[in-house]
């Protein structure tokens, strides 16, 4: 599975972005997909995930409400909605396949087996 992340860059705080990202390859695989960051100096964390039957979304508590994540099944892509973004917003954003059925609430990377190259968001003050 080969993943294609866009759409990040620089914002003021209180801005929105949207990222995309597109799947390809061996996507039957997958159960649904995901979106984690990781800050500099600090541990990759999990952001939302949605999956691809039902499109039932999980998010982090500290994007509850702000974020939306969404997805198009015909064209393997899944979007973040980032809005009323913070400084503390900033980090890579990484897109993830998800290949395993469970611990959908717990954003486990282990969880996810193919990964994006991710996209830099900042978000100034």
């Known amino acids: 599975v080969q993943l294609q992340a866009s759409g990040g860059g620089l914002v003021q705080a209180g801005g929105s972005l949207r990222l995309s990202c597109a799947a390809s390859g061996r996507t039957f695989s997958s159960y649904g997909m995901g979106w984690f960051r990781q800050a500099p100096g600090k541990e990759r964390e999990f952001v939302a995930a949605i999956r691809w039957s039902g499109g039932r979304t999980y998010y982090a508590d500290s994007v509850k409400g702000r974020f939306t994540i969404s997805r198009d099944n015909a064209k393997n892509t899944v979007y973040l909605q980032m809005n009323s973004l913070k400084p503390e917003d900033t980090a890579v954003y990484y897109c993830?396949?998800?290949?395993?059925?469970?611990?959908w609430g717990r954003g486990r990377p282990a969880d996810f087996g193919f990964w994006g190259q991710g996209t830099l968001v900042t978000v100034s003050s």
């Open positions: 993830a396949v998800k290949t395993t059925t469970t611990n």
